[in-house]
Nanobody, 122 residues
Framework: QVQLVESGGGLVQAGDSLRLSCAAS????????MGWFRQVPGKEREFVAT????????LYADSVKGRFTISRDNAKNTVYLQMNSLKPEDTAVYYC???????????????WGQGTQVTVSS
């Protein structure tokens, strides 16, 4: 069992940066791939980024490539999402998730956090 708690969301202006954190409980964190997804009310959950258990492989959605960076610190049981050059269309609730496969498919992730709101004003 893995419990995930996101933090770091907030209200920022376009062009600003934010860093989201996702703290995980459990001793098996380092064996999981970790993903970030986001969701806007009325829309499906959207893949943002994922990182393999070792940190050696990352995948990004085209919409965030070059602006967002996912990283992890297995010693701290934490995964991060550094978001730069934020745009109003990045506004969403951001969720972290843990799964056994490094993939952009949300169905492959077994554990989810409660989400943190990111709002980018123009």
């Amino acid at each position: 069992q893995v419990q995930l708690v996101e933090s770091g969301g907030g209200l920022v202006q376009a062009g600003d940066s934010l860093r989201l954190s996702c703290a995980a409980s459990g001793r098996t964190f380092s064996s999981y791939a970790m993903g970030w997804f986001r969701q806007v009310p009325g829309k499906e959950r959207e893949f943002v980024a994922t990182i393999s258990w070792s940190g050696g492989r990352t995948l990004y959605a085209d919409s965030v490539k070059g602006r967002f960076t996912i990283s992890r610190d297995n010693a701290k049981n934490t995964v991060y999402l550094q978001m730069n050059s934020l745009k109003p269309e990045d506004t969403a609730v951001y969720y972290c998730a843990a799964g056994r496969v490094t993939t952009n498919n949300s169905l492959a992730y077994q554990y989810w956090g409660q989400g943190t709101q990111v709002t980018v004003s123009s």
